[in-house]
């Protein structure tokens, strides 16, 4: 059958698939071009993730051979990053920030410091320090 003919396989179909290859295979055999084939069709429909599960396949096997041929799917609108910004700036009463290093301590009184303040000298001593 060419790709276009291939019949369309359900994840319990593959399992069986792959239940009987290993049950009559011979030592460490390399998994066949039509099981991974059956695999990658799957994966297409049910996911990745439950489909190497399932199949108990390498997840970056069956990643890598989904890619060959294409077929890799995203989440739609997956962003990479997410930055949360407090709604309203909250101002601290009063904060003491302590930092004992090998060498030295270090001691700073706040008065009234808003929470972004904080964020923002935390976030630059941490720097400075590596």
């Not at 359900?10 to 290859?21: N, Q």
Request: aromatic share 4%; proline share 3%.
């Amino acid at each position: 059958m060419t790709r276009n003919e291939t019949a369309i396989i359900t994840l319990e179909e593959a399992k069986r698939r792959f239940g009987e290859w290993r049950s009559n295979r011979r030592g460490k055999a390399r998994i066949p071009a039509e099981l991974w084939s059956a695999a990658v069709e799957v994966a297409r429909k049910e996911g990745i993730n439950r489909t190497a599960r399932e199949l108990h396949v390498a997840w970056d096997d069956l990643k890598r051979r989904m890619a060959t041929t294409g077929e890799v799917r995203r989440q739609p609108g997956s962003p990479a990053f997410v930055e949360l910004v407090a709604t309203q700036t909250e101002s601290v009463p009063e904060c003491t920030l302590e930092l004992e290093g090998r060498r030295c301590k270090l001691r700073i009184q706040l008065r009234g410091a808003s929470a972004s303040y904080l964020a923002t000298l935390s976030r630059e001593l941490v720097e400075s320090a590596s």
